[in-house]
């Protein structure tokens, strides 16, 4: 019975050395071991931040320094989360045994530990750039206060001139489009001038058509008038029959 787990033991570990299980647990420990340097020195360089008296002062290849090692820690992960992933595939597709499941979890848990670290890591150094950028703004708008405050009378005048003439252009501006528009109604208006006169052209070089028109005008009213005189004589006519009855 001894030697029949025994065997079974054995050829559960042969499946798993075969579909490459202990190929990707040394990959899995290598990057836990860059990832666990990676973040060292990550630590250690928001631990000087937290400590400079002047944070902001970081010059522009020490913040692409910081963005660098932040993208080579997250690719770690990536690349973890990875094999995590294909250890799990190995561990389903054979007859894995409680030793295999207790070192797969173990590397799972190591890669939530990392990636917590990060986070939190990168969480307090993001607020401590945040923090002094603000306060180096501050500084800024305090010393550009106090240069202004300490100009000569002359460089207020010359200000005081350049925002005069600022305005003075603007109103130019405006009336420039006012007279624009001037221009644009009084070609309109000419243009109607000239719609109505050639109008009138037509209808003196045209007597015919207006003859015609008169005609049926005239025709109109005599209709109307002989309309309402027999309209006239029918309520007469009426009248006098009813006071006959």
């Known amino acids: 019975m001894v030697s029949s787990s025994a065997d079974a033991a054995a050829d559960a570990a042969l499946e798993l050395q075969e579909s490459g299980w202990e190929e990707l647990r040394r990959e899995a420990r290598k990057l836990e071991g860059d990832l666990d340097v990676k973040l060292s020195s990550y630590a250690r360089l928001a631990s000087r931040t937290s400590a400079s008296s002047a944070p902001a002062a970081a010059s522009p290849s020490e913040r692409s320094s910081w963005k660098s090692m932040e993208l080579e820690i997250q690719s770690l992960l990536d690349k973890l989360q990875d094999v995590n992933d294909g250890m799990s595939r190995c561990a389903a597709s054979t007859a ?3 030793s295999v499941s207790q070192k797969l979890a173990r590397h799972r848990d190591i890669l939530h530990e990392f990636a917590q670290e990060f986070r939190r890591t990168r969480g307090n150094l993001s607020s401590m750039r945040e923090h002094a950028d603000l306060l180096s703004s ?3 708008d305090i010393t550009e206060s106090k240069a202004t405050s300490a100009m000569s009378p002359r460089v207020h005048l010359l200000r ?3 925002s005069i003439h600022g305005s003075i252009t603007q109103i130019d501006e405006v009336i420039g489009q ?3 528009t001037r221009v644009a109604l009084s070609n309109q208006r000419t243009l109607f001038g000239d ?3 050639k109008v009138k052209q037509l209808g003196e070089k045209f007597p015919v058509v207006r003859g015609l028109l008169g005609a049926i ?3 109109k009213s005599k209709d109307t008038i002989i ?3 027999v309209i006239a004589a029918c309520t007469i ?3 006098i029959y009813w006071l006959s009855k």
């Open 96 to 98: 894995s045994t409680t």
């Open 178 to 180: 006012a007279q624009s």
């Open 227 to 229: 309309l309402s005189a």
């Open 237 to 239: 006519f009426l009248i």
């Open 217 to 219: 005008k005239r025709k």
């Open 138 to 140: 501050v500084r800024d």
């Open 160 to 162: 005081e001139r350049a």
């Open 195 to 197: 719609v109505q006169g």
